[in-house]
């Protein structure tokens, strides 16, 4: 079993940064693909950013030039930089990731802009 469990939200201002964690736990072999989702009250969830075990990262046109996805493999543990945070990107962020022939999620994590 994996377990995920994301860190680095909070209460930002309009154009601030924030760095979000993922660390993974438990029997990982190798994680073939790696996400981040997040939802807003009243909306779908959605794809924020997402990486393929050796492909590119891919973006939400909505955070493109402005979100980086990352992971460090030796800590077992993916992040999400936010630069130029808005208002909009208020949500839940939470992470998954593929591994072991199955899909595992974090709990999310709590981003809040203020304008």
């Known amino acids: 079993q994996v377990q995920l469990v994301e860190s680095g939200g909070g209460l930002v201002q309009a154009g601030g940064s924030l760095r979000l964690s993922c660390a993974a736990s438990?029997?990982?072999?190798?994680?073939?693909?790696m996400n981040w989702y997040r939802q807003a009250p009243g909306n779908q969830r959605e794809l924020v950013a997402g990486i393929i075990s050796g492909g590119s990262p891919s973006y939400a046109d909505s955070v493109k030039g402005r979100f980086a996805i990352s992971r460090d493999n030796a800590k077992n543990t993916m992040y999400l930089q936010m630069n130029s945070l808005k208002p909009e990107d208020t949500a839940v962020y939470s992470c998954?990731?593929?591994?072991?022939?199955?899909?595992?999620w974090g709990q999310g994590t709590q981003v809040t802009v203020s304008s």
């Open positions: 998954n990731v593929f591994t072991g022939g199955k899909w595992y």
């Open positions: 438990g029997i990982i072999f190798n994680i073939n693909a």
